[in-house]
């Protein structure tokens, strides 16, 4: 294992009522003594009560997307300085889902980072490969571009390598193929970054549950997961807390 504490956030997607804060609870119940960051990502309209909820624990409370900007006239969006004064401490941006249903681009993910970072949260910056640009053998080049135009120049991000094949689907790639991709990216983020990039936390991200999880979070600059499925029951989520 890396110096580098393992993070692991559950993406909620558009799932979960307000009384889904049993879940929450439960997670804070079992997490007390986790030896990873954890971060439980809600819809935004369960933020503020889930934040209230998790207090200073060992569970954070995190958001799904933010806009660039701090505020205006953006019907329907939500600034990340909102996020932090309601008790968010991160943000995921450029899930593959966004960048599908709302055409986000690499320029506009990389604006929302620069928001997150400037209001305090830490964005989660996902990248991945659709299907056909792996059979194309196009897959780390699709992502070593996305994090080119997505990341901010600030190395204080966390990245979620999410292949868009694998979320949601039950299929994951082969430990190899993940072990490269994680060392593709560590190298881009040296090169970028200098020795502060090997101080950024690389998530990996699709169809992680808690019997593989131990096996993903043993290769080398795998430094924990991004949770969509498996991360709605505290029991699941518990299960691959406690493999990180
Ligand atoms: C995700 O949506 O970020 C994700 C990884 O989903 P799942 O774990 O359900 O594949």
Redesign the pocket.
């Known amino acids: 294992m890396s110096a580098r504490r393992p993070l692991v956030a559950g ?1 909620w ?1 558009m799932n979960g009522m307000p009384d889904a804060i049993g879940e929450l609870r439960a997670t804070m119940a079992g997490a007390g003594d986790a030896r990873c960051d954890v971060l439980v990502c809600p819809p935004f309209p369960l933020v503020a009560d889930f934040a209230r909820e998790a207090g200073e624990g060992a569970v954070g409370i995190g958001a799904q997307d933010c806009h660039p900007e701090e505020k205006g006239a953006h019907t329907g969006d939500v600034s990340a300085s909102l996020l932090a004064a309601i008790g968010a401490r991160a943000v ?1 941006l450029g ?1 593959s ?1 966004r960048r599908a249903d709302h055409g986000e681009d690499d320029a506009l993910v990389r604006a929302k980072a620069e928001a997150a970072l400037g209001a305090g949260l830490l964005p989660i910056v ?1 990248v991945g490969e659709t299907e056909a640009q792996r059979d194309a053998g196009e897959a780390e080049a699709t992502v070593l571009g996305q994090l080119d135009g997505s990341l901010p120049d600030d190395a204080g991000v966390v990245v ?1 390598y ?1 292949p868009v094949w ?4 039950g299929r994951v790639p082969g430990t190899d193929d993940i072990a490269a991709m994680h060392a593709a990216i560590r190298k881009a983020l040296v090169a970028r970054h200098g020795e502060a990039g090997q101080g950024i936390r690389i998530l990996y ?4 549950k808690p019997g593989n999880a131990a096996e993903i979070f043993a290769i080398d600059d795998v430094d924990g997961g ?6 709605l029951k505290a029991d699941d989520f518990l299960g691959i807390v406690a493999a990180a």
């Open positions: 993406n997607k995921i899930h889902e996902c979620a999410e694998a979320i949601g689907t991200g699709g169809s992680v991004l949770i969509g499925g498996a991360s």
